[in-house]
């Protein structure tokens, strides 16, 4: 996935970013960082195509499927874990043991097999959060957005976030998280910072 002098103001608004040009590979987690206000979650928006950029271009070859994780986890209360994560591929059209297998492999993946049996309103911010990044994988997609995932954390859970993270890397994914925490940052794979695009850029 390919940004193209990609530029974008609301109206009558100045521009957020400019000239943003930069190639994203699969297999990396890359770290969307810039101040508050700079554009993360609009760039987010561009990205997931619910909005058009107001110039240059982004080029989605490759994409198939985006998921996206948002800032708070959202779940049902009473469904388990396993539940959460095996749905997504029961809904692919896997039979129920496989897709609790598949389930339970993924859970492993973000160290919450010891809570899979567990109801979602039962976990704690951190579990529920690697939950989210677990279940955004379940779908294989090639693009998962993921949205200040540690903002609304204490330091401890955005620790336990923040190693979930490494667990999300996968090589057919391309994965974009939007975020201001410095380790959150340091944990991913690869850095974009809108700082540099940040409307200053017009003069
Ligand atoms: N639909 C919209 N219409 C007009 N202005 C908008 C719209 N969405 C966002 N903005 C403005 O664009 C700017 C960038 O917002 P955005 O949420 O993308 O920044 P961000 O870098 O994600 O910020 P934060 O780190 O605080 O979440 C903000 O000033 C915001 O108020």
Redesign the pocket.
């Known amino acids: 996935m390919t940004l193209s002098g990609l530029g974008h103001r609301?109206p009558n608004?100045p521009w957020?970013f400019q000239h943003l040009s930069y190639e994203f590979q699969p297999g990396m987690v890359y770290a969307l960082t810039?101040p508050?206000?700079?554009?993360?979650?609009?760039l987010l928006s561009l990205i997931a195509k619910l909005d058009k950029p107001s110039a240059g271009r982004i080029t989605h070859e490759g994409i198939g499927q985006i998921s996206w994780v948002f800032q708070n986890p959202f779940g049902t209360p009473r469904r388990t874990a396993l539940d959460h994560v095996a749905l997504p591929f029961l809904a692919a059209g896997s039979t129920i043991d496989q897709a609790e297998e598949s389930a339970s492999e993924l859970l492993r993946r973000f160290q919450l097999d010891r809570v899979a049996g567990r109801e979602f309103r039962e976990l704690s911010g951190g579990e529920a959060q690697r939950l989210m990044l677990a279940r955004g994988l379940a779908t294989h997609p090639s693009l998962l957005l993921v949205d200040?995932p540690t903002a609304q954390l204490d330091r401890v859970t955005a620790a336990a976030v923040d190693a979930g993270i490494v667990a999300i890397a996968d090589p057919t994914t391309i994965v974009l998280i939007?975020t201001?925490d410095p380790n959150t940052r340091d944990a991913c794979t690869a850095q974009l910072d809108l700082t540099p695009y940040a409307h200053a850029a017009e003069a």
């Open positions: 609301f608004a957020l810039g508050s206000g700079s554009g993360k979650s609009t200040e939007a201001h």
